[in-house]
């Protein structure tokens, strides 16, 4: 984590150096001379960065760097509020406090040559005490991980319970299907039952009778392809056999270009012989050849000739050995090969990391047409699936995603563990099943509280010392459950080690908000800008692959099937903190005393234990982010009047993201001060009603994050167009926008949301292509004149533009030559308005969108929903909540390409559901909370095949 530190400090220089030069003024050389120090480091840290785990020398070396970059970083940023705040001052000021200015330069010069000489210190230290030795050398971290697999091994294979419907599935995967050679994959976060699972399946008595071969190999992070090989090789064959089988390749040819030569001097004492036909030894395999060859040197009747053949003969097989020690690689996997390719195979890859693993040892696997498996377990995704394709000719199997266990299982396996096939007491149970919720459905956790408890008085006051408290005791002994954990989190690319550890800002069962975990990545530097793409798409992209890699978990989905929300085990998150700790990442403050905050880089605030918020002043602080969560019970009156943004003005005027939405019952106002936040990013808040925000706030030029979202503000200060690095702007709505002096705009905004439609003057803006880079567009109609009504053609200039969201009184007017580029649209609150003849239906409108994918309507009533002739041809997903008093028709060919419905608490005066679910597209189809006539007509439904009904109550409940 150190080199996030440097590599953030770096980037942050260079930007200065090229963007904002001018405000390092007098201290530009010693910042440029710094940066190049610090360049050096990070390759030092980027080199030792899979060594330095268990050596106490490089983590103390490590250790420096990362505390000499923060201080660099204070030293820069707290510089740059200085120089900010003076070129604030007049003209008359700024000469009076010159003489001060000129000491601030020097002072910063000095500060800097201060930080290179302690720079220069501990690069020197490298050959001083033998750190660059220890770089080069990894043994200690093989070792290190070896015994943490055997570890993992021992505790995942001690007990099964469950798993019935997960090993028959998997069973059937391996013995019915395609006769072409396929893989089968097990996928999951560390602790889960993989290896469990896939050893069931392994012994299981179809599975053994079924392949001629069964082999299992462990293949871990740190593999040899060589051991891999050998491994599997023991089980196919008996060493001594195989021994005499294989003669390398470059000795196979010098032993007939030498039989060749012996031949071509000898012709008159060799003629007839064996080697006078060389072909027909080469047609022998290299059994065969050498059995031949000894036979031949026996018969030789001249003794000189017999002992010149002989001798050079058994000088080549000596330098081909005896053993499979003596084969490479490639030979190794030629045996395999030879022995596999008439065999029907199982064999298992348990533990699998790389896919760099997979493509070195699958060219020994035959892919012959005999029904053979191969069966991998891994802790992510991408391996899995780059594994599963390895015959075109068939659709790969999915990766089976191992879910938790249920209680009840969860249950059941601690008391295996605990009571060693006795019972429970019934007295302990009820309080057994509260310790072993809080495992969270993972068997690792299961089996470790299990090991720890049966060592204990089985007792209810021994066991109560365990409720609310299982992490804790789970954490004691790293070794026993987080180090393993750990494996998954020491293999993460350098840029997702940040991201993962950011899930530690989060509460426990915190259902994490997918897109706001982007934006506070993308404030923090988490995302680097890498060309013309998108940060936005990168970070999510990062996401993707921590949820690929089993650390994070999916919890709910968009319609468009990204990321809503996700969760992380709390153990995973356990590991978070405590790696945040140590790399003073960030910290989770839960008391009332913040006076503490000021040695970690970012804090955040729970108060779901501490209802009582003290408001003594804080000491300064340089963390760069706060973030808080909870509800402050009895607070205070100087909440209300926005506490924490004032402390964060006079205290931490360093910090970049402050992030108190999810704070509830805390109103924040903006104080005017907030301008001396210039390093600020990321602002996000409730106000309340009717707020106005102060035109400060404009002077935030690093601004990225503007989230107003549950407050009620009428109108933007003039000089939000000064924001040019504004990148998501939220409001409830709604808001009006202020009219922009000359050409100003905001090019890099993503996101508006909640503006006001205020006749054409709204409109105006976006044909004047003041946001080039709008991704997502929120419009709030306000007023209901016949003649509201939004032309798409005023938002084609938006060439980027994907969503777009009404509210209340809005129409919509398309020219049918448009084409446009948005593929979402929701319709919230809206009243369908009387418009003139003149204007088509808003669902006419709809129906034009050529690229339309996904329809929502919300809160919308009285109204009727026709679908034309081949209207809506690309929309996939279509749902109604809370839609009330509508028809639905459809014309034959309309939605073609609908995959998804969703209906939630609504109400249909007319719907011909057996017309509906007939598309031919359609695959899903959800009915939630439906009203008695819409549950008779899908009581009465006959759903076609591959088109699945899920309906909640389900229709035999007697839920409302």
Same mark, same amino acid.
């Given at each position: 984590?150190?080199?996030?530190?440097v590599?953030?400090?770096?980037?942050?220089?260079?930007?200065? &150096?090229?963007?904002?030069?001018?405000?390092?003024?007098?201290?530009?050389?010693q910042v440029?001379?710094?940066?190049?120090?610090?360049?050096?480091?990070?390759?030092?840290?980027?080199? $030792?960065?899979?060594?330095?785990?268990?050596?106490e020398?490089?983590? @103390?070396?490590?250790?420096?760097?990362?505390?000499v970059?923060?201080?660099?970083e204070?030293?820069?940023?707290?510089?740059?509020?200085?120089?900010?705040?003076?070129?604030?001052?007049?003209?008359?000021?700024?000469?009076?406090?010159?003489?001060?200015?000129?000491?601030?330069?020097?002072?910063?010069?000095?500060?800097?040559?201060?930080?290179?000489?302690?720079?220069?210190?501990?690069?020197?230290?490298?050959?001083?005490?033998?750190?660059?030795e220890?770089? @080069?050398?990894?043994?200690?971290?093989?070792?290190?991980?070896?015994m943490?697999?055997?570890?993992?091994?021992?505790?995942?294979?001690?007990?099964?319970?469950?798993?019935?419907?997960?090993?028959e599935?998997?069973?059937?995967q391996?013995?019915?299907?395609?006769?072409i050679?396929?893989?089968?994959?097990?996928i999951?976060?560390g602790?889960?039952?993989k290896t469990?699972?896939a050893?069931?399946?392994?012994?299981?008595?179809?599975?053994?009778?079924h392949?001629?071969f069964?082999?299992?190999?462990?293949?871990?992070?740190?593999?040899?392809?060589?051991?891999?090989?050998?491994?599997?090789?023991?089980?196919?064959?008996?060493?001594?056999?195989?021994?005499?089988?294989?003669?390398?390749?470059?000795?196979?040819?010098?032993?007939?270009?030498?039989?060749?030569?012996?031949?071509?001097t000898?012709?008159?004492?060799?003629?007839? $012989?064996?080697? @006078?036909?060389?072909?027909?030894?080469?047609?022998?395999?290299?059994?065969?050849?050498?059995?031949?060859?000894?036979?031949?040197?026996e018969?030789?009747?001249?003794?000189k000739?017999?002992?010149?053949?002989?001798?050079?003969?058994?000088?080549?097989?000596?330098?081909n050995?005896e053993?499979?020690?003596?084969?490479?690689?490639?030979?190794?996997?030629?045996?395999l090969f030879?022995?596999?390719?008439?065999?029907?195979? %199982?064999?298992v890859?348990?533990?699998?990391?790389?896919?760099?693993?997979?493509?070195?040892?699958?060219?020994?696997f035959? $892919?012959?047409?005999?029904?053979?498996?191969?069966?991998?377990?891994?802790?992510?995704?991408?391996?899995?699936?780059h594994?599963?394709?390895?015959?075109?000719?068939?659709?790969?199997?999915?990766?089976?995603?191992?879910?938790?266990?249920?209680?009840d299982?969860?249950?059941?396996?601690?008391?295996?563990?605990?009571?060693?096939?006795?019972?429970?007491?019934?007295?302990?149970? $009820?309080?057994?099943r509260?310790i072993?919720?809080?495992?969270?459905?993972?068997? &690792?956790?299961?089996?470790?509280?299990?090991?720890?408890l049966a060592?204990?008085?089985?007792?209810?006051?021994?066991?109560s010392?365990?409720?609310?408290?299982?992490n804790?005791?789970?954490?004691?002994?790293?070794?026993?459950?987080?180090?393993?954990?750990?494996?998954?989190?020491?293999?993460?690319?350098?840029?997702?080690k940040?991201?993962?550890?950011?899930?530690?800002?989060?509460?426990?069962?915190f259902?994490?908000?997918g897109?706001?975990?982007?934006?506070?990545w993308?404030?923090?530097?988490f995302i680097r800008q890498?060309?013309?793409?998108n940060?936005?798409?990168?970070?999510?992209?990062?996401?993707?692959?921590?949820?690929?890699?089993?650390?994070?978990?999916?919890?709910?989905?968009?319609?468009?099937?990204?990321v809503?929300?996700c969760r992380?085990?709390?153990?995973?998150r356990?590991?978070?903190?405590?790696?945040?700790?140590?790399?003073?990442?960030?910290?989770?403050c839960?008391?009332?005393?913040?006076?503490?905050?000021?040695?970690?880089?970012?804090?955040?605030?729970?108060?779901?234990n501490h209802?009582?918020?003290s408001?003594?002043?804080?000491?300064?602080?340089n963390?760069?982010?706060?973030?808080?969560?909870g509800?402050?019970?009895?607070?205070?009156?100087? &909440?209300?009047?926005?506490?924490?943004?004032?402390?964060?003005?006079?205290?931490?005027?360093?910090?970049?993201?402050?992030?108190?939405?999810?704070?509830?019952?805390?109103?924040?106002?903006?104080p005017?001060?907030?301008?001396?936040?210039?390093?600020?990013?990321?602002?996000?808040?409730?106000s309340?009603?009717?707020?106005?925000?102060p035109?400060?706030?404009?002077?935030?030029?690093?601004?990225e994050?503007?989230?107003?979202?549950?407050?009620?503000?009428?109108?933007?200060?003039?000089?939000?167009w000064?924001?040019?690095?504004?990148?998501?702007?939220?409001?409830?709505?709604p808001?009006?926008?202020?009219r922009p002096d000359?050409e100003?705009?905001l090019?890099?905004?993503?996101?508006?949301?909640?503006?006001?439609?205020d006749?054409?003057?709204?409109?105006?803006l976006?044909?004047?292509?003041?946001?080039?880079?709008?991704?997502?567009?929120?419009?709030?109609?306000?007023?209901?004149?016949?003649?509201?009504?939004l032309?798409?053609?005023?938002?084609?200039?938006?060439?980027?533009?994907?969503?777009?969201?009404?509210?209340?009184?809005?129409?919509?007017?398309n020219?049918?030559?448009?084409?446009s580029?948005?593929?979402?649209?929701?319709?919230?609150?809206?009243?369908?308005?009387?418009?003139?003849r003149?204007?088509?239906s808003?669902?006419?409108?709809l129906g034009?969108?050529?690229?339309?994918?996904?329809?929502?309507?919300?809160n919308?009533?009285?109204?009727?929903?026709?679908?034309?002739?081949?209207?809506?041809?690309?929309?996939?997903?279509?749902?109604?909540?809370?839609?009330?008093?509508?028809?639905?028709?459809?014309?034959k060919?309309?939605m073609?390409?609908?995959?998804?419905?969703?209906?939630?608490?609504?109400?249909?005066d007319?719907?011909?559901?057996?017309?509906?679910?007939?598309?031919?597209?359609?695959?899903?189809v959800?009915a939630?909370?439906?009203?008695?006539r819409?549950?008779?007509?899908?009581?009465?439904?006959?759903?076609?095949?591959?088109?699945?009904?899920?309906?909640?109550?389900?229709?035999?409940?007697s %839920?409302?």
């Open positions: 984590m150190a080199e996030s530190v590599s953030f400090l770096l980037q942050n220089l260079t930007q200065l &150096l090229s963007q904002e030069s001018k405000l390092l003024g007098g201290v530009e050389d440029r001379l710094l940066q190049n120090e610090l360049s050096l480091i990070n390759i030092f840290l980027k080199n $030792t960065e899979e060594k330095r785990h268990d050596n020398l490089l983590k @103390e070396v490590v250790s420096q760097i990362r505390d970059a923060y201080e660099a204070d030293v820069i940023d707290t510089f740059i509020v200085t120089v900010t705040k003076h070129k604030r001052r007049s003209k008359m000021r700024r000469f009076i406090l010159s003489c001060d200015r000129a000491i601030l330069f020097h002072d910063v010069a000095k500060r800097i040559e201060s930080i290179k000489n302690v720079i220069k210190e501990i690069y020197d230290n490298r050959s001083k005490y033998g750190i660059g220890i770089a @080069e050398s990894s043994g200690g971290d093989a070792e290190m991980e070896e943490l697999h055997k570890r993992r091994r021992y505790v995942e294979e001690v007990q099964v319970v469950g798993f019935g419907y997960d090993s599935v998997l069973v059937k391996l013995i019915e299907g395609s006769l050679l396929n893989v089968v994959s097990i999951g976060m602790g889960l039952g469990t699972l050893r069931k399946v392994y012994n299981n008595n179809h599975v053994k009778n392949f001629d069964h082999g299992w190999v462990y293949v871990s992070q740190e593999y040899k392809i060589r051991d891999l090989l050998l491994e599997i090789l023991k089980g196919v064959s008996p060493m001594p056999k195989l021994k005499k089988f294989v003669l390398k390749v470059e000795l196979k040819e010098e032993l007939f270009h030498g039989l060749e030569a012996k031949y071509s000898n012709k008159d004492k060799l003629k007839g $012989t064996l080697i @006078e036909d060389l072909n027909g030894i080469k047609a022998m395999n290299d059994e065969e050849c050498r059995k031949a060859l000894f036979e031949f040197l018969h030789i009747k001249d003794h000739l017999q002992k010149s053949l002989s001798g050079f003969v058994k000088d080549i097989y000596e330098k050995g053993g499979w020690q003596d084969m490479d690689d490639n030979e190794l996997k030629s045996v030879e022995r596999l390719k008439d065999k029907r195979y %199982l064999i890859m348990d533990d699998i990391w790389k896919t760099e693993a997979w493509n070195e040892v699958s060219v020994a035959p $892919t012959n047409s005999n029904g053979s498996r191969i069966l991998i377990t891994s802790r992510i995704k991408e391996v899995a699936s594994a599963s394709s390895i015959n075109d000719s068939i659709p790969p199997n999915p990766p089976y995603e191992l879910p938790f266990l249920k209680e299982e969860c249950w059941e396996l601690f008391s295996k563990k605990v009571f060693r096939g006795g019972t429970c007491p019934l007295e302990l149970e $009820t309080l057994g509260e072993v919720k809080s495992c969270h459905g993972l068997p &690792l956790a299961v089996v470790v509280l299990g090991g720890l060592k204990k008085e089985k007792t209810h006051r021994t066991w010392k365990y409720v609310g408290h299982v804790s005791y789970l954490t004691e002994d790293r070794s026993s459950c987080i180090d393993i954990l750990a494996l998954s989190y020491h293999l993460l690319p350098q840029c997702l940040p991201c993962f550890l950011y899930f530690g800002i989060y509460p426990e069962d259902e994490i908000p897109r706001q975990l982007i934006r506070l993308i404030a923090e530097g890498i060309g013309n793409r940060m936005e798409d990168d970070a999510e992209d990062y996401l993707e692959e921590l949820i690929d890699r089993s650390l994070i978990q999916v919890a709910t989905k968009r319609l468009d099937g990204g809503r929300t992380i085990h709390d153990l995973l356990d590991l978070c903190i405590s790696e945040s700790a140590e790399e003073k990442f960030l910290q989770v839960s008391n009332d005393n913040l006076s503490q905050m000021s040695k970690f880089c970012r804090i955040s605030i729970h108060f779901a209802p009582y918020i408001s003594n002043p804080c000491l300064p602080s963390s760069r982010s706060v973030i808080g969560f509800e402050a019970v009895g607070h205070n009156n100087f &909440l209300d009047k926005g506490y924490y943004l004032k402390w964060l003005c006079e205290s931490n005027k360093l910090v970049r993201v402050v992030e108190l939405r999810n704070m509830v019952r805390i109103c924040c106002l903006i005017k001060k907030i301008e001396n936040l210039v390093h600020l990013r990321y602002l996000s808040i409730s309340g009603k009717f707020y106005v925000i035109d400060s706030i404009c002077n935030l030029w690093n601004l994050t503007l989230d107003m979202r549950n407050s009620e503000i009428k109108r933007l200060p003039k000089g939000i000064k924001l040019q690095k504004l990148r998501h702007l939220y409001l409830d709505g808001t009006y926008l202020p000359k100003a705009g090019p890099n905004l993503q996101v508006l949301t909640g503006i006001s439609l006749y054409d003057k709204t409109e105006s976006f044909v004047q292509a003041r946001f080039p880079n709008l991704r997502k567009l929120g419009f709030y109609g306000l007023h209901a004149p016949p003649s509201l009504v032309t798409l053609s005023s938002i084609h200039p938006l060439r980027h533009l994907q969503t777009l969201k009404l509210r209340k009184y809005v129409s919509l007017s020219p049918s030559s448009l084409q580029t948005l593929t979402k649209i929701t319709l919230l609150d809206v009243t369908l308005l009387d418009v003139p003149y204007v088509p808003i669902w006419k409108v034009s969108l050529t690229n339309l994918r996904i329809l929502k309507i919300v919308c009533n009285w109204f009727t929903l026709h679908c034309d002739e081949n209207s809506f041809c690309q929309l996939e997903v279509l749902k109604m909540r809370k839609v009330t008093d509508m028809g639905w028709t459809m014309e060919g309309a073609p390409r609908l995959q998804r419905l969703v209906l939630e608490r609504c109400r249909f007319m719907i011909h559901m057996e017309e509906i679910c007939c598309l031919t597209a359609l695959r899903d959800e939630l909370h439906p009203d008695s819409l549950k008779k007509m899908l009581r009465q439904l006959q759903m076609r095949d591959g088109c699945k009904l899920q309906v909640y109550p389900p229709l035999n409940s %839920l409302p």
